[in-house]
């Protein structure tokens, strides 16, 4: 079972990246996912999560109105649109998957399956 994270990069202050999450060997039709990010010297923290259906989203406060998460059960997939990008934001990006099934609240506590992390990086 993997989770690639793809969409990554460089971008100026103010631009726009989507990041893309692509699971394998599995679908994950049935469990929340989401994105957590960690940046140098700093806890990983959330950032979106998304219920299995698609139908609830979740989003930290630092990128509500700038991040949208999205789904596609079709493709197991799963975006993060990121607009209006700040330095601040500069992180490796994790896409997670929640462990258990039905479930939304998407903590750490709670993820079972993890991306290998992409970067972003914000330049002011």
């Known amino acids: 079972v993997q989770l690639v994270e793809s969409g990554g990069g460089l971008v100026q202050t103010g631009g726009s990246l989507r990041l893309s999450c692509a699971a394998t060997g599995r679908t994950f039709s049935s469990n929340a996912m989401g994105w957590f990010r960690q940046a140098p010297e700093k806890e990983r923290e959330f950032v979106a999560a998304?219920?299995?259906?698609?139908?609830?989203?979740n989003y930290a406060d630092s990128v509500k109105g700038r991040f949208t998460i999205s789904r596609d059960n079709a493709r197991n997939t799963v975006y993060l649109q990121m607009n209006s990008l700040k330095p601040e934001d500069t992180a490796v990006y994790y896409c997670?998957?929640?462990?258990?099934?039905?479930?939304?609240?998407?903590?750490?506590?709670?993820?079972?399956?993890w991306g290998q992390g992409i970067q972003v990086t914000v330049s002011s």
């Open positions: 998304i219920s299995w259906s698609g139908g609830r989203t």
């Open positions: 997670a998957a929640d462990g258990a099934s039905y479930r939304f609240d998407l903590q750490v506590g709670r993820v079972g399956f």
